[in-house]
């Protein structure tokens, strides 16, 4: 089995239109040859990714899942010109060829980009790819070294800045988040209520700017397949402009160790050995920006209730039948587990070591 991220052939229920794309394609003089093949990218649980291939050339197309109604998570023209924004000044993206925004085409808007060959970690490491310890080090330090750099983009001159409103962005994450959870919730878990109440009387009170990624962790990397450094950043649907630092608590949620709870483990690597641990993580990024994180506690809450409302969003549109993904029907305990760890946290003020 090749190491190199792999299609697969579309899921039952989320096929596209062939002739209608192919049409779409070449009424926009996209290069393409009069027979296209489309599969799938198995991997993710928001928006759908599809492998387009024409004679020697390889396209990737996303759009929004099923039954999706979440504006803000799915809007395929906002992540096409996030990726537009990003070219000129940043190299490790896939580049950015064409917006549909005519959901006649494919029931939904959709982009299409480059694809960018190379390695994904999901939640286990590839047949055929030994990564040792001292791999995993050099990986999560070089992961934290390239957030860095996207929090360190600048944001006049590039009109990043036109992407977000980074004035009052915590309140508002805040609150759009609890918003989004009790709309979206299926079961009764405690620690996500308890969640939701701390950080409403926690917020910080200093705030500062910058361009962030908003779900950046393995999987939305893709490694060289022999250095394993990397080569781009995948899925910008959330970027936007505003406290670096609520960035950083994602990717401290998503940053599993290895005793947090195997939902968790389940879907990150940065639990095997040689990756720096949570603490070290924020070490390594305050080390870099030379600066202080003195609330990380509250980022970190903040980060594993976000993680927890993504689930079960995706759960919830599973519950009421739009997707048959089978995979979906486990959500609910990575639910469980992210309110868990936001609540240990709290309970033992502290963003690791709970077990």
Known sequence: MSKIDSAIEVRKGEELDKAR????????????????????????????????????????????????????????????RVLSSLA?????????????????????????????????????????????PDDFKKLSNETIENLVELHSLELEKSNLISLGKPEGYVGRQVEGWIKR?????????????????????????????????????????????????????????????GDPLMDLGTTLAYWVEEKDHPALQSYNLTWVEGNLTRQEVVEKYTDLRNTSVDD????????????????????ARYKQGFTKDERFAMLIHLV???GKNAENAIKYNRINNFY
């Open 336 to 338: 469980k587990a992210c």
């Open 181 to 241: 959870y009790f709309k979206a919730e299926t079961d009764d878990i405690s620690s996500m209520n308890t969640a939701s109440e701390w950080m409403r009387s926690n917020m910080p009170f200093k705030e500062t700017s910058a361009f962030i990624h908003n779900d950046y962790k393995y999987d939305n990397l893709v490694l060289d397949a022999d250095s394993l450094s990397i080569k781009a950043v995948l899925d910008w649907e959330m970027s936007t402009v």
């Open 21 to 80: 794309l192919s049409a779409f394609l070449k009424d926009q003089n996209v290069q393409i040859q009069d027979e296209i093949s489309i599969k799938q990218f198995p991997g993710g649980f928001s928006n759908l990714t599809y492998l387009i291939t024409s004679g020697e050339k390889e396209f990737v197309l996303r759009k929004p899942p099923f039954g999706a109604n979440i504006k803000s998570a799915h809007d395929m023209g906002r992540e096409y």
């Open 296 to 315: 990380v506690l509250f980022y970190y809450v903040f980060g594993c209730f976000k993680l927890g409302v993504i689930a079960q969003q995706i759960y």
């Open 88 to 132: 000129p000044m940043y190299s490790k993206i896939p580049t950015p060829i064409i917006y549909c925004e005519d959901d006649t085409v494919l029931g939904a808007p959709f982009y299409l980009m480059e694809r960018v060959k190379g390695i994904i970690l999901r939640n286990r490491i590839p047949k055929g790819l030994d990564i040792t």
